[in-house]
């Protein structure tokens, strides 16, 4: 059993920073491809970036490319989710999930992993 726990969020006004944090317990946080996705109110949960489980490989939406930038410490069990430049219509609660077998661009491929239980970020115009 995994667990996964965001932080980071928070309020922020456009154009600015935020970096989120997503920690695993357990001592196989190395063997997943992890994944971070957002949901706003009345939307489908959208991809935002995907990592391997070495690292090596990233995946970031076309959307966030250039300002949101994923990366991972196995050492420490933990993903992160660097967001600059955030845009007032990127409020929304930030998933992080964890998936065996590589990473995913696609929710519902996490959905046998695991997911935390999001952090909300809000941007003010």
């Known amino acids: 059993q995994v667990q996964l726990v965001e932080s980071g969020g928070g309020s922020v006004q456009a154009g600015g920073s935020l970096r989120l944090s997503c920690t695993a317990s357990?001592?196989?946080?190395?063997?997943?491809?992890m994944g971070w996705f957002r949901q706003a109110p009345g939307n489908e949960r959208e991809f935002v970036a995907a990592?391997?489980?070495?690292?090596?490989?990233?995946y970031h939406a076309e959307s966030v490319k250039g300002r949101f930038t994923i990366s991972r410490d196995n050492a420490k069990n933990t993903v992160y989710l660097q967001m600059n430049s955030l845009k007032p219509e990127e409020t929304a609660v930030y998933y992080c999930?964890?998936?065996?077998?590589?990473?995913?661009?696609?929710?519902?491929?996490?959905?046998?992993?695991?997911w935390g239980q999001g952090t909300q970020v809000t941007v003010s115009s």
């Open positions: 999930a964890a998936r065996t077998g590589g990473y995913s661009q696609t929710a519902s491929q996490y959905d046998n992993g695991y």
């Open positions: 357990g001592r196989t946080f190395s063997s997943y491809g």
């Open positions: 990592i391997s489980t070495g690292g090596g490989r990233t």
